[in-house]
């Protein structure tokens, strides 16, 4: 079964350093998504994107967060200047075009943990 | 952000029998509902969703109610399982214009099936 792909697992950064996570969704997808869980708390949506541009951010999504699909197998989360407050697990989700009749679910990777030291 | 809810952080229940993870929202703009399990250091995997307009939806041995009156909705696993144990997370979407959607969580809920 095609599933979601997230490198590396797990990403230790200094605080200010800059760090990219990659994912690659599943390949006949056409949404792409970031998550986040800051470890004892819920999971967190960050953005969704579609067409080679973003639809939905959060709040946590600030201008220190991009995303990006630099070919058409990637989707990248970059992070510019990282902060402690960084530190979580996050997960690339993916998903297949749907409607309210015939919903398609979000697949989700197994995570990279960022640990900003 | 408490738009989406489940109150038993665990639950633990004896194998063969019936599990029942129940959630609650507070946004009725929600279009669907779903139930993704989690084990430890992987992702979250999909299991189930329902349709708003609906109140039923079952596979296998896995079924979803929804009550949107009383906006909670509940999935019942029967039988249960030790494969089963895992943390369940609920999460709700509102369907975007583009098709895209935003997952609301809520906080998990950690069943143990006991064998």
């Known amino acids: 079964e095609p599933e979601v792909t997230q490198t590396p697992s797990h990403q230790v950064t200094q605080m200010g350093q800059e760090v990219i996570l990659r994912c690659v969704p599943i390949s006949n997808h056409l949404y792409f998504y970031w998550y986040r869980q800051i470890l004892g708390q819920k999971v967190e949506f960050l953005v969704s994107f579609y067409n080679n541009e973003i639809s939905e951010k959060s709040e946590i999504f600030d201008d220190q967060f991009s995303v990006e699909r630099p070919d058409g197998s990637n989707f990248t989360l970059k992070i510019r200047s990282t902060k402690l407050e960084d530190s979580a697990m996050y997960f690339c989700?993916?998903?297949?075009?749907?409607?309210?009749?015939?919903?398609?679910?979000?697949?989700f990777g197994d995570g990279t943990r960022l640990s900003i030291l | 952000d408490q738009q989406v809810k489940q109150n038993s952080p665990s639950l633990s229940v004896q194998e063969g029998r019936i599990s029942i993870l129940n959630c609650d929202y507070t946004?009725?703009?929600?279009?669907?509902f779903l139930w993704y399990k989690k084990y430890p250091a992987e992702g979250p995997t999909f299991l189930i969703s329902?349709?708003?307009?609906?109140d039923k939806n079952e596979d296998g041995r896995f079924t979803v109610f929804l009550n949107k009156s009383a906006k909670h909705l509940s999935l019942h696993i029967v039988p249960s399982q030790p494969g089963d144990s895992a943390v369940y997370f609920c999460?709700?979407?509102?369907?975007?214009?583009?098709?895209?959607?935003?997952?609301?969580f809520g906080q998990g809920t950690r069943l143990t099936i006991n064998p």
């Open positions: 999460a709700a979407s509102e369907l975007q214009i583009q098709g895209a959607q935003k997952l609301v």
């Open positions: 989700a993916s998903s297949d075009r749907g409607t309210i009749e015939f919903f398609q679910p979000q697949h």
């Open positions: 946004n009725s703009m929600f279009d669907y």
């Open positions: 329902i349709s708003s307009i609906k």
